[in-house]
């Protein structure tokens, strides 16, 4: 069964320090992996999309990272900000079907 | 350039009635997505539209549609609504379809309450 787990379920930080988000999936073959920022009311916004081939794509403090050989992706975000308070989900697009594979989200509380 | 519209922004109808939301994407933009997020289930894939066509399909009861214009503005139609349907529905567009890798942008989304 094609499934995407994030771990942590949430997290809480203070605001400057680093943090990493993890994805886990079992979708295979796959097309493109995708994380989102969603904050509170709004609608996702993509932050990084890295196909099967690429193994990092950074998208200013956010770095994507892919190892498709463990089937595991991580979201590092640096130097944090409060505006980094958000919900981030990882989305994985089935090659087969071309179906999106959703996880459930981490969500993320930046504290001053 | 403007971004991705859904129209209302809220709607509240009655159990058993039908329900119909509107999206339109960004202007270009031929593939249409539909979503549906609740706290529990979080976003659940409920069709994507290109080119006028539907190309793919979640996994949700017959009472979920939609369809695709030739200016690529897509509608959602919920029919016998009921009480589980509550739920934020986002639409996103992008240049191409999903196994293309384009970037999907999201809409504000429309919130539905059923009572």
């Known amino acids: 069964k094609n499934q995407v787990e994030q771990s942590p379920q949430s997290l809480i930080i203070l605001e400057g320090k680093n943090c990493t988000l993890q994805?886990?999936?079992?979708?295979?073959?796959?097309?493109?992996l995708r994380w989102y920022k969603q904050d509170t009311g709004r609608g996702p916004v993509s932050l990084t999309i890295?196909?099967?081939?690429?193994n990092t794509k950074s998208n200013g403090r956010y770095t994507a990272t892919l190892d498709a050989d463990t089937k595991q992706s991580s979201l590092h975000i640096t130097a944090s900000q409060l505006s980094d308070s958000a919900s981030y989900i990882c989305?994985?697009?089935?090659?087969?079907?071309?179906?999106?594979?959703f996880g459930s989200g981490t969500r993320l509380l930046v504290r001053p | 350039k403007a971004g991705v519209t859904q129209t209302p922004r809220y709607l509240i109808k009655t159990r058993g009635q039908q329900v119909t939301l509107s999206c339109s994407p960004i202007?270009?933009?031929?593939?249409v997505s539909w979503y549906q997020q609740t706290p529990g289930q979080g976003l659940q894939f409920l069709f994507e539209?290109?080119?006028?066509?539907?190309?793919n399909k979640g996994n949700f009861p017959g009472r979920f549609s939609g369809r695709q214009f030739s200016n690529s503005r897509s509608e959602m139609n919920v029919s016998t609504l009921e009480l589980g349907d509550s739920a934020l529905y986002l639409c996103?567009?992008?240049?191409?379809?999903?196994?293309?890798?384009?970037?999907?942008?999201f809409g504000p989304g429309t919130r539905l309450t059923v009572t």
């Open positions: 996103a567009s992008s240049l191409g379809a999903g196994q293309d890798s384009y970037e999907q942008y």
């Open positions: 994805c886990n999936y079992t979708v295979s073959p796959f097309s493109n």
């Open positions: 890295m196909t099967f081939s690429e």
């Open positions: 989305v994985v697009t089935t090659l087969s079907s071309y179906k999106l594979i």
């Open positions: 202007s270009g933009h031929r593939s």
């Open positions: 539209y290109f080119s006028e066509t539907q190309r």
